[in-house]
């Protein structure tokens, strides 16, 4: 998979370590204590699905 380029992300740039640092110490901030069982995308817009990660790996279990 190639790495894509700043025009292909919605922000129109590569994130900075800070704004990934940034999301990691909010998830283990008290002010997350509340925060369960979600994935936190801190791609710029790149991934533009509703779908919660790792569901595609879930098995329906309607069929």
């Known amino acids: 998979m190639s790495r894509p380029t ?4 919605p922000a129109g740039r590569y ?10 110490a909010f998830l283990c901030s ?3 204590s509340y925060v369960t ?3 936190l995308r ?3 817009g790149l ?3 509703l779908r919660p ?3 595609h790996l879930m098995k ?3 069929s």
């Open 15 to 24: 994130g900075n370590p800070e704004e990934f640092a940034a999301a990691a």
């Open 6 to 9: 700043p025009a292909a992300i």
């Open 47 to 49: 991934v533009r699905s």
């Open 42 to 44: 801190c791609d710029g």
């Open 30 to 32: 008290a002010p997350a």
């Open 60 to 62: 329906d279990h309607n």
């Open 53 to 55: 990660a790792g569901t």
């Open 37 to 39: 069982g979600t994935a």
